[in-house]
């Protein structure tokens, strides 16, 4: 399941903002998107996963919750670098593995962005201290990286988003 600083900054969106419509990418088991369900007033919900052996999972767990809660579920089976983002929603949700996140946000940055439109949230949990190469790239936060040949501002949220934030937990 997700990383319990992901559960709790999805808490912190739903107890402070407005949130109907969620993308829940790299959904994993689902918890994120069982929380907002759960907790929120959300009445609709993509999810993105990857994963064969989980989708008969999301599809009867997180089926179930929506038709309790009367949400829209709606399924993206397959790579979240190919998928195709809605044209609107409240919260994005990213929890696909760390190394590919730069790729994610250089292929996908601009459709989230336009997605979230000036009021969405992004959240993304980027990386592992052990790991903080990615967060890097993706965070935009190392002018050191800048020198480097291959280095491409595509990577970085900084591109897409006037205002980012990064909580180490």
């Not at 064969?52 to 599809?59: F, M, S, Y």
């Not at 790579?79 to 983002?85: G, R, T, Y």
């Amino acid at each position: 399941g997700p990383e319990g600083g992901m559960l709790r900054a999805l808490e912190a969106v739903l107890e402070t903002s407005s949130v109907k419509s969620i993308v829940d990418v790299a959904s994993g088991t689902g918890e994120l998107s069982s929380l907002a369900m759960r907790r929120g007033k959300v009445k609709k919900v993509m999810v993105n996963e990857l994963s064969a052996c989980l989708q008969p999972h999301l599809v009867e767990y997180l089926g179930r919750i929506a038709e309790e809660r009367e949400v829209q579920l709606d399924f993206n089976f397959g790579d979240c670098l190919e998928m195709k983002i809605p044209t609107s929603a409240d919260l994005i949700m990213v929890g696909v593995f760390y190394g590919i996140q730069p790729e994610l946000i250089a292929r996908k940055g601009r459709e989230i962005a336009d997605c979230l439109g000036e009021k969405g949230i992004l959240v993304m949990q980027t990386s592992m201290p052990e790991t903080l190469f990615n967060h890097l790239l993706v965070a935009g936060s190392s002018k050191e990286l800048e020198s480097w040949s291959w280095y491409d501002t595509s990577f970085s949220v900084k591109l897409y988003f006037p205002h980012v934030e990064t909580v180490y937990i």
